[in-house]
């Protein structure tokens, strides 16, 4: 049906007041849902470790921390109302909501269908504020969320979406650079970390039929990567494999958050080859040049992908049946979840079961 247009949707969320990052039901508005809007009830929502930054202010000063704060930014329901203009959706369709939730939509980034790098900045679906730059965001630790249609994605039906949910920033993630950089088949690829986005990185990766190696500091992830999709497995910590491995890849996927050597992972690079990073290490990290001279290397970094591309990895994921190795936990679970994702202790991403909370 098409919404009255007139009232805010009351809902409820799950919040953090401070970053000690503890949970608590939070009661709070969605605003009413206008011509080109639709109202998702929420299914399920993915912990992505960008969440746990912001929540415990670990990004600061460069990613300030609102609160009360509502994270999530990996969302899946159903359209339960539409707005009396929207032609993108009908209510009961199932539909994804990414990192951001607008733009100014004037800007070349927008016209372009890369929104992410919006010039006067995107409008984040969380710790952040509407494109008025007053109305706060809150995220999809939440039973609803009301967005413009434009910025809302399409979800094919499927009896579990759990494993969707963190397509919308994992998947996307790594996707963007996967196909920008033109991985596929005859193209030798390297993932680095086996977390949330790299085992990511690994599906698309395979899926687009490239020979993958997973690197890795943890040998008991081996029979994980297989499983995956991967072809090889290295250990980084090895002297002797990373010295057999110099030259070896066409493509390197960095995804890893803690410190670690770029110039390492470089070396690992054969002529023309392509490192993308896509992990956020919460230190600077040296780089030399001679890392990138000596082959005519690229050190590129990548963000999220637009609305278009976005799409476009869902569709493929549907095609090709990628979904997210997922833990389903209830919202009383978060800050558990929260200590269990900082240790690597989850196989590969928790999801917040909203539909029932």
């Known amino acids: 049906m098409q919404a009255a247009e007139s009232k805010p949707i009351a809902t409820r969320g799950f919040a953090t007041h401070d970053k000690n990052a503890k949970f608590a039901p939070f009661e709070f508005e969605r605003r009413a849902v206008g011509p080109h809007d639709i109202l998702i009830d929420i299914e399920y929502?993915?912990?992505?470790?960008?969440?746990?930054?912001?929540?415990?202010?670990?990004?600061?000063?460069?990613?300030?921390?609102?609160?009360?704060?509502?994270?999530?930014?990996?969302?899946?329901?159903?359209?339960?109302?539409?707005?009396?203009?929207?032609?993108?959706?009908?209510?009961g369709d199932i539909a994804g909501i990414?990192?951001?939730?607008?733009?100014?939509?004037?800007?070349?980034?927008?016209?372009?269908?890369?929104?992410?790098?919006?010039?006067?900045?995107?409008?984040?679906?969380?710790?952040?504020?509407?494109?008025d730059r007053k109305t706060p965001t809150y995220g999809g630790y939440s039973k609803h969320y009301v967005?413009?249609?434009?910025?809302?994605?399409?979800?094919?039906?499927?009896?579990?979406?759990?494993?969707?949910?963190?397509?919308l920033c994992a998947g996307i993630t790594t996707y963007s650079p996967l196909r920008r950089w033109n991985v596929g088949p005859g193209k030798k690829v390297a993932v680095a970390g086996l977390g949330g986005l790299g085992h990511m990185g690994v599906k698309l990766a395979?899926?687009?039929?490239?020979?993958?190696?997973?690197?890795?500091?943890?040998?008991?992830?081996?029979?994980?990567?297989?499983?995956?999709?991967?072809?090889?497995?290295?250990i980084t910590k090895d002297p002797d494999a990373m010295k057999a491995a110099a030259g070896s890849f066409d493509f390197l996927l960095d995804?890893?958050?803690?410190?670690?050597?770029y110039n390492a992972y470089?070396?690992?690079?054969?002529l023309n080859g392509v490192m993308v990073v896509v992990g956020v290490p919460t230190e600077a990290i040296p780089l030399n040049a001679f890392s990138l001279i000596g082959g005519n290397k690229v050190l590129a970094g990548s963000l999220i992908g637009g609305i278009p591309e976005t799409q476009e990895m869902l569709d493929f994921c549907a095609e090709?049946?990628?979904?997210?190795?997922?833990?389903?936990?209830?919202?009383?679970?978060?800050?558990?979840?929260?200590?269990?994702?900082?240790?690597?202790?989850?196989?590969?991403?928790?999801?917040?079961?909203?539909?029932?909370?």
């Not at 967005?147 to 397509?167: C, F, H, M, N, T």
């Not at 297989?226 to 497995?233: E, I, M, P, Q, R």
């Not at 978060?334 to 999801?351: H, L, P």
């Open 45 to 91: 929502a993915g912990i992505c470790h960008s969440d746990i930054h912001q929540a415990r202010a670990e990004w600061e000063p460069m990613v300030p921390s609102t609160y009360p704060m509502v994270p999530g930014h990996e969302i899946v329901g159903r359209v339960s109302q539409v707005g009396s203009e929207v032609t993108k959706f009908s209510e």
């Open 98 to 131: 990414g990192c951001f939730i607008d733009s100014c939509r004037e800007c070349t980034p927008c016209e372009i269908g890369v929104e992410q790098y919006c010039v006067k900045g995107s409008a984040q679906t969380y710790n952040s504020t509407e494109m």
């Open 147 to 167: 967005i413009d249609e434009k910025y809302a994605l399409k979800v094919q039906s499927r009896d579990d979406l759990s494993g969707v949910a963190p397509l």
């Open 206 to 234: 395979a899926a687009m039929g490239a020979e993958v190696t997973v690197l890795s500091t943890s040998p008991s992830k081996e029979k994980d990567a297989t499983a995956l999709g991967a072809h090889h497995f290295l």
């Open 255 to 261: 995804t890893i958050s803690a410190v670690h050597d």
């Open 266 to 270: 470089l070396n690992l690079l054969g």
């Open 320 to 357: 090709h049946n990628v979904v997210s190795d997922v833990e389903i936990i209830t919202p009383d679970r978060i800050e558990e979840a929260y200590d269990r994702t900082v240790k690597s202790d989850v196989r590969y991403r928790f999801v917040i079961d909203m539909k029932n909370a």
